[in-house]
């Protein structure tokens, strides 16, 4: 899965979690498990709930869908 694609403001993003989720063929509790984010705030980020993780826990996280590790300074 080596295309990006633009995400427009939050229901963009929660739309394309939850398919890149889906196209992964992952529940929301595997993806939990694979990232360090609760099923909860999973749940709530796909529904446009939730902003999300915060910026430490996002880059200490790996998605299953990600080949690469994180690369944050700091």
Sequence with gaps: MG????VSGPAGFAEALRGHR???RLTLEQLAEASGVSARTLSDM????SRGPSTARSRRSR???CSAPPTGRG
């Design 46 to 49: 796909e529904r446009g709930r």
């Design 63 to 65: 998605t299953p869908w």
């Design 22 to 24: 889906r196209a992964a």
């Design 3 to 6: 295309v990006m694609t633009a």
